[in-house]
């Protein structure tokens, strides 16, 4: 809903104030009794953005196995493509989360998107393995830069008591991503051919890269004023929130002294490895070892991924929410609780046959992930201050995008030199290969029942600045 339209449903028994919440405009009515105080037509766009990021990045799974056959490259290389990609994204990220606290958000997310669009058909008409592998680097490099703006804006716009919920629109849209993409790139290569998936993905990039410029770009830190003025006495404070002006390296270390956000990075970095090796290989896997076709892979780690996914992302974020600031270290606590279900159900579509049952298990182990991800990053945005929070996610994003990129490499390397050290197949050597994906699931568990002991004192003083 729009600032506009919302205005004219407040109803008389709510509690209304006019805030200052978008620079050089009038102030705008504001419920503190919603959940959303300018609705989630925000939230909306940002998962639509992080949709098609995924969708982009993840078109090679589907299709991978086409276009090795066409370039003729090693499980090594293939696993390079997404370490190299995302590696070139960690490079971008801290100075991206500077400009998110600088910079004009909306803007910067909107042209991020049009590069991916721009990539993706450089992609499709790539003549030479090099070619293509420097084009899905480039595309790495802009991969990651629209996450600080974005997260930072969401703080911005939903108080602390939603958070959970907006970041949940966006994780949704992120992880829906991952197996749109598997089944859009198998599907179409199926179909087709392997250029022609990129082709087609980069029409909806240029859709949205337009869509975000429906959207304003809040005051920073007008989500936490919301917010302190619905715990205490009703009053928004209309204090602009200072510029952080130090440099990236003095507010990196001082970011990283926060407990609940080393912890929260160091989580979500293991967390990120263990996703996307198995989003990466699973068609490939299910290819292998259940002997289906490559469409039909695609399409089973891909609708059951997303079915889990879609049921993880609503439990989460409503659990998540439900307990905020009512019991201590509530959103961590939750967190903790669905990773474990995540690792069972990771666990489950490794080692056990059948692929009714593997994909049920694919299913359990997204309703996990998808779960805990928003509550992990709600957490995140609830203990970095305001005029830091664009910094904030870059750190994260950074680490997160380091154990990101190692998952399908780390399973592409064990698995070729499984099968070189003890004469295996190509099916056996990739099965014992993916349960390299559980330890760092298991270190997520462990550091969340850790941190949730300091996240009500590190979320107190990001309140107070």
């Excluded at 600032?3 to 050089?24: H, I, K, Y």
């Excluded at 990609?85 to 991020?112: F, H, K, M, W, Y």
Aim: aromatic share 8%.
């Amino acid at each position: 809903m729009s600032e506009a339209t919302r205005d004219q449903s407040l109803t008389p028994a709510e509690s209304v104030v006019e805030v200052a919440a978008f620079r050089n405009r009038a102030p705008v009515p504001v419920s503190l009794d919603r959940a959303a105080p300018f609705g989630w037509w925000a939230a909306v766009v940002i998962a639509l953005v992080a949709f098609v990021d995924r969708v982009e990045v993840n078109l090679i799974a589907g299709a991978l196995p086409k276009i090795q056959d066409h370039f003729g490259f090693s499980d090594t290389w293939a696993g390079a493509i997404p370490t190299a990609a995302s590696l070139a994204g960690a490079l971008l990220v801290l100075p991206a989360g500077r400009l998110a606290d600088r910079g004009p958000r909306v803007l910067t997310i909107s042209a991020v998107v049009l590069i991916w669009a721009l990539c993706s058909v450089a992609s499709g008409l790539a003549t030479s393995f090099l070619m293509f592998f420097a084009v899905r680097v480039l595309i790495g490099g802009a991969g990651q830069l629209y996450n600080p703006p974005a997260s930072s804006l969401l703080a911005d716009y939903y108080p602390g008591r939603s958070r959970s919920k907006a970041y949940g629109f966006e994780r949704a849209g992120y992880y829906m991503g991952l197996p749109a993409g598997v089944i859009l790139g198998g599907a179409i290569a199926d179909a087709y051919d392997w250029r022609t998936v990129f082709f087609v993905a980069a029409i909806p990039g240029i859709l949205v890269a337009l869509l975000v410029l429906t959207i304003k770009d809040p005051i920073r830190g007008v989500g936490d004023r919301i917010e302190m003025a619905r715990l205490g006495d009703g009053q928004v404070a209309e204090t602009p929130t200072a510029v952080d002006t130090r440099s990236i390296r003095a507010q990196t270390a001082d970011l990283l002294r926060i407990p609940t956000l080393r912890g929260v990075t160091i989580a979500l970095a293991m967390l990120s490895l263990g996703v996307a090796g198995l989003f990466y290989w699973m068609p490939t896997f299910l290819v292998r070892v259940e002997g289906v076709s490559e469409a039909t892979a695609s399409s089973l780690a891909g609708a059951v991924g997303g079915t889990g996914i879609v049921l993880g992302i609503v439990l989460g974020s409503k659990f998540g929410d439900k307990y905020h600031g009512l019991r201590p270290g509530w959103r961590i606590q939750v967190s903790a609780m669905f990773l474990l279900v995540g690792a069972l159900g990771l666990l489950g579509a490794v080692v056990l046959p059948g692929v009714a049952v593997r994909s049920t298990m694919i299913a359990l182990a997204c309703v996990g992930f998808a779960a805990a991800i928003p509550n992990m990053t709600a957490a995140n945005a609830d203990v970095v201050p305001a005029n830091g929070r664009g910094m904030g996610f870059a750190v994260l994003t950074f680490l997160v995008t380091l154990g990101g990129s190692a998952g399908p490499l780390l399973i592409g390397v064990v698995s070729t030199l499984l099968g070189d050290l003890f004469d295996l197949n190509k099916a056996q050597s990739l099965q014992y290969a993916m349960l390299t994906l559980l330890p760092p699931v298991f270190i997520c568990i462990g550091v969340a029942a850790r941190i949730r002991k300091t996240y009500d004192a590190d979320a107190q003083a990001a309140l107070a600045g």
